[in-house]
Nanobody
Framework: VQLQASGGGLVQAGGSLRLSCTASRRTFSNNGMGWFRQAPGKEREIVGSISWSGDSTIYLDSVKDRFTITRDNAKNTMYLQMNSLKPEDTAVYYC?????????????????WGQGTQVTVSS
């Protein structure tokens, strides 16, 4: 496993969670990275992405102003801070590393995927 996502759990609506994605066996400091999510019966969708340097981010409209992606290349780790969580945020969240240095919303740009972490938001 090269990417490991963690930090999921059960939280009430309005609460917060912070997901982490840690790379092992290799560094992804030159790669754009992204967070995706997949709810039961739905397609996997981009949540947001971050460039290799961390100075550029892209977000799904429905999570803008609530979610923040950051990264610490010295720790080989990317984070997803999720605030004001809603029941519709319930999904399995995945992290991935892009083949490009910039962030991207296209799944096909991502070659390396971590296992998912479940986020459940109760109403």
């Amino acid at each position: 496993v090269q990417l490991q996502a963690s930090g999921g759990g059960l939280v009430q609506a309005g609460g917060s969670l912070r997901l982490s994605c840690t790379a092992s066996r290799r560094t992804f400091s030159n790669n754009g990275m992204g967070w995706f999510r997949q709810a039961p019966g739905k397609e996997r969708e981009i949540v947001g992405s971050i460039s290799w340097s961390g100075d550029s981010t892209i977000y799904l409209d429905s999570v803008k102003d609530r979610f923040t992606i950051t990264r610490d290349n010295a720790k080989n780790t990317m984070y997803l801070q999720m605030n004001s969580l809603k029941p519709e945020d319930t999904a399995v969240y995945y992290c991935a590393a892009s083949i490009f240095a910039r962030g991207s919303s296209a799944k096909e740009h991502y070659r390396y995927w971590g296992q998912g972490t479940q986020v459940t938001v109760s109403s």
